[in-house]
Each structure stands twice: as C-alpha cells, then as structure tokens.
C-alpha cells in the first residue's frame, strides 16, 4: 500500500484563511501528501486560485469537507432548503475543479443535528423513506455534474449524535447504490465508525470499491495510536480490498482535560504538535506496509 496520507486543515487553523496557505508546506515537511481543507465560507476571504497556487508550491494534493447546514440541505422537507442544500453542493464542485481536488466528501445528505442546534426528535416512517428519496434524487443530479468536473463526491456516515440520515455504512451504501454512478461513493470515518459499526475490518470489506475517501481516526480523536483503534486489522481490511486512495488524519482532539472543556467544539493547538503529527504518520505507513507482507 502507497495510499496518499493527508491531514485535515482544521489540525492547525479555523477558519483557515489566506494568512494560512503557508502552512502547506510545513504540512508536506511532516510527511503528509494531500490536505483536506474545509470548503471556504465565501466571508473567510479564501481564493480559489491563491489555494491553487498554494498548493502547487507545497507539492499537495487536495480533498475538500462539505460544510452543511440546517440552512442548505438536500434531504429538507422544505423546497427552499433542498435548492440550497443543491447550489452549495455544485459551489463545492465548482471549487474542487478550480483547486484539482480529488473528492468533496461530508455528510453530504446535510440534516446535521447536535452541532447545528438541532435536537434529535423522532421521525415518521414516512419523512424516513421521503428524506431517503430527497438524496437519492439529488446526488443523482449531481454526481454527472462532479464527473465533468473530475473530482468524486463521497458521502460520509456520521454517528447517531451528529446525524439522523446515515449514520452507517449499510445505510449509505444504500444511497450509492440507488445513485448507481461512478462519481458518487462513500468516504468511511473510523471516529464514526467506532460508534455505529460491528466490526471496522468488515465494514470496510462491504465498502469494497465503493470506499472513495479514508479518514483514519482514533476513538477519542486524538493521535493515532494514543486510542483503541487496531490499525493493523483496519489497514489489512484496506489492503484486502485494494483501496488506492487518500488515507486522512484528523487528530485534532487536544492534551485538555479540564471538567466543563467542550470536547465536541475544535480549539486551536496550544503546543507544537509536529512530532506527534510525524509518529501518525509513520505509525499509518508501517500498518500499511504489514497489510502488504499478509498478502
């Protein structure tokens, strides 16, 4: 295995702003091969052609990470909502095309919950198959507009405190099925996946080739190896299904463990992380290169 490892933007910055593109480089310095940048708020002041540049210059491949919203989100009972859950999306896919990103991927289906201040409540059988024929129909309209673009979309399951769409690979499997095109398949969170699924290893075995995007995270979100994740098995169950594609961190839990620190909200880093960013890095590799010896 030679998959691309990348880091996500978030580690160092939020928002990441103009001022922040020089962080590309110290990125590529660390051992990281791509950069998974949250899609930029057009406020943040973020050009498409300076990241373009940026990127170049740091020798980095480029993801990017939907951000939806109670306000744009394609599986919403509400037309409105829906059109603009629709136009955010084909913005993200009109940015990856500018910046060469290789995948839009989140929760692109939207409804996020916790986070976005929506409470859980329960759902009618009937909003459960309507909100499922919503996405199916528009990620159907545009996952061509991605392929003429170059770029994949990936859907994201997220656990049941974040999400009341998918939370499950089965369940989104179920969407890229029904899409049934080969610009639409499924980015797997091992932070999620830790929550909702039996067993890593076979869930990723049922992704198969539909796995477009890879984040490998710990349990607690912290720096891999510092949780329970078994990453041999979890890199084994990649090798076995000869996934090529991007392996990304998103270690950005904090060394704070003060009673009343919201865990669930991103806080800067207050240390110099670079040591432990470089041991994940390796940490990955070496999983990798003994999935490979198991052949």
């Keep these: 295995m030679n998959n691309p490892i990348g880091i996500i933007s978030m580690q160092f910055a939020r928002p990441f702003g103009r001022e922040h593109l020089g962080l590309f480089v110290r990125m590529k310095e660390l051992g990281f091969d791509l950069v998974e940048l949250l899609v930029p708020e057009p406020e943040e002041g973020l050009a498409a052609g300076d990241i373009r540049l940026a990127l170049d210059d740091a020798g980095l491949q480029i993801a990017l990470a939907a951000r939806v919203s109670l306000a744009r989100s394609i599986s919403d ?12 999306l084909q913005y ?54 991605a392929e003429s673009a170059g770029c994949l979309l990936s859907v994201e399951p997220l656990n049941r405190y974040e999400t009341d769409v998918i939370s499950t690979v089965s369940q989104a499997l179920r969407v890229i099925d029904a899409v049934d095109h080969p ?12 929550i909702e699924e039996r067993s890593i290893p076979d869930a990723i075995r049922m992704a198969g080739d539909r796995l477009f995007y890879f984040q490998g995270n710990e349990n607690h979100r912290g720096f891999p190896g510092t949780g329970n994740m078994d990453w041999p098995a979890i890199m084994k ?14 270690p950005f839990r904090r060394n704070d463990d003060r009673i009343g620190l919201p865990i669930a909200q991103w806080r800067p880093p207050q240390e110099d992380e670079s040591e432990k960013l470089r041991a994940s890095v390796e940490l990955v590799r070496a999983c990798a290169r003994m999935a490979d010896y198991q052949r």
């Design 237 to 250: 169950a990649l090798c076995d299904i000869d996934y090529q594609g991007a392996i990304t961190l998103e």
């Design 92 to 145: 993200c896919i009109e940015l990856a095309e500018t910046v060469g990103a290789i995948s839009v991927g989140g929760p692109l289906y939207g409804a996020p919950m916790v986070f976005a201040g929506r409470a859980p409540a329960p759902v009618a059988d009937d909003e459960m198959k309507a909100r499922e024929e919503r996405v199916v129909t528009a990620l159907s309209d545009l996952a061509p507009v």
């Design 77 to 88: 009972s509400d037309p409105a909502i829906r059109q603009a859950g629709t136009d955010y």
């Design 183 to 194: 610009a639409l398949g499924l980015l797997f969170d091992t932070f999620h996946a830790n």
